[in-house]
C-alpha cells in the first residue's frame, strides 16, 4: 500500500505542478521526491504524471488518484487533530482565513477574547480572496475561512454569522447632497468605485450598479474598504461600504457622508465555513459564536 509521505509528495506535485517547488513545499530534495513517487507508482501499478512536460501534467488517472490522495490525507489530518484535541482541549493553531473586507475591522476585539478565554489556542490569520480561501479550505491549507454568502458545498459546514446594510457614500462636496431627498433615479449615470473583479464585494457592487443604473468605474479599483472611503472622500466617485466598517474605527465617516435613496437598499451576509467531520469542528463553532456576538453588538448599536 502507499505511505502516506508518498500521497503527500504526489499532492504536492499535483498542486505545484513542479518538482522543484514541490520537493521545497514537503522539505525534501528534489531525488528524494522523484524516488518516492516512482515507488508509488510502482506500488500502484499506474502511471501518475506525464514525464517530459513542463509544467508538470499528470496522467488521467493521476488526476483521479490526487483528488482521493488528498481527501486521505486531511482524513489522516483530522484523525491526528481528534486525538491531539482529547489530550489537550482547546490548543493549538488555527489557520483562518479572512476577507479583508471583512477582517481588519471586526476581527481585532474577537482576537483578544478569544485569547483571553483560550489562551492555549492560536490564530495564523490570513487575508485573502474568499474565492481563493474556499479552495485552500477544501485542499486542507487552511482551517476554517471568514467568507460571504453563498457558499454552497456538502463538504463544507456553513454557519451564518450576521446581515449588515451596505451604504452608498460620498465625499462631503458632492452634488447630491444638495437635493433634499434622493431617488433610484437620482443615482442614474454616476460613477461607484469597487474592488478589483476577483472579489466577491466586486460582483456585489457590480449588481447594484445595474440596479441604479449606475457606472461601475473599472478604472479606479481600490486594494481594500480604506482606498474605496479614501478615493470616494477625495470626489473620485460613490462608493459602497459596508456598515460594520462605517461604525468601525479604523473606518468611519471622516472623510465621506452617507446618501439615504428612499427606494433602495442592498446588505450582505457573512458565514465562517469549515470543512464538514473536521476534527476541530468545536474550535471553529467557538470561533464563528465569538464573530457573530462581536457583530451583533456592533449592529444593535447602529
Same mark, same amino acid.
Request: aromatic share 4%.
Given at each position: 500500500?502507499?505511505?502516506?509521505? *508518498? ?22 530534495? *528534489? ?5 518516492? #513517487? ?5 506500488? #500502484? ?11 508538470? *501534467? ?83 491549507? #487552511? ?30 462636496? +458632492? ?24 472579489? +466577491? ?12 443604473? %449606475? ?50 437598499? %442592498? ?36
Amino acid at each position: 500500500m502507499p505511505t502516506i509521505k *508518498q500521497l503527500q509528495y504526489f499532492v504536492a506535485v499535483a498542486d505545484a505542478r513542479h518538482f522543484g517547488r514541490a520537493a521545497a513545499a514537503v522539505h525534501v530534495s *528534489q531525488p528524494t521526491l522523484s524516488q518516492q #513517487l516512482k515507488a508509488l507508482e510502482a506500488r #500502484l501499478g499506474v502511471m501518475l504524471i506525464e514525464r517530459g512536460e513542463t509544467p508538470v *501534467q499528470l496522467t488521467p488517472v493521476g488526476r483521479e488518484i490526487a483528488v482521493r490522495a488528498r481527501r486521505i490525507l486531511l482524513e489522516v489530518s483530522d484523525l491526528r487533530g481528534l486525538a491531539q484535541r482529547s489530550n489537550s482541549g482547546m490548543a493549538g493553531t488555527v489557520r483562518f482565513g479572512v476577507t479583508p473586507t471583512l477582517g481588519p475591522y471586526l476581527l481585532p476585539p474577537v482576537v483578544a477574547q478569544l485569547h483571553r478565554d483560550h489562551p492555549m489556542m492560536r490564530l495564523h490569520m490570513r487575508e485573502g480572496i474568499p474565492d481563493d480561501q474556499l479552495a485552500e479550505l477544501r485542499k486542507g491549507g #487552511l482551517d476554517m475561512v471568514l467568507s460571504p454568502l453563498p457558499v454552497a458545498g456538502t463538504d463544507l459546514e456553513i454557519e451564518p454569522l450576521f446581515r449588515e446594510r451596505l451604504h452608498l457614500v460620498a465625499a462631503p462636496d +458632492h452634488p447630491l447632497f444638495a437635493k433634499s431627498s434622493l431617488r433610484k433615479a437620482d443615482l442614474a449615470g454616476s460613477g461607484i468605485l469597487s474592488l478589483d473583479r476577483r472579489h +466577491h464585494f466586486h460582483r456585489q457592487v457590480s449588481g447594484v450598479c445595474e440596479d441604479l443604473n %449606475a457606472e461601475l468605474l473599472r478604472d479606479y479599483e481600490g486594494t481594500s474598504l480604506d482606498a474605496l472611503r479614501q478615493m470616494a472622500g477625495s470626489g473620485i466617485g460613490l462608493a459602497i461600504l459596508p456598515e460594520l466598517y462605517l461604525r468601525s474605527e479604523v473606518g468611519g465617516e471622516d472623510m465621506v457622508r452617507r446618501l439615504v435613496v428612499e427606494d433602495w437598499s %442592498a446588505t450582505r451576509s457573512m458565514a465562517a465555513v469549515w470543512r464538514s467531520g473536521a476534527a476541530y469542528s468545536e474550535y471553529y463553532r467557538v470561533i464563528a459564536q465569538s464573530t457573530q456576538g462581536a457583530a451583533r453588538t456592533l449592529l444593535e448599536g447602529a
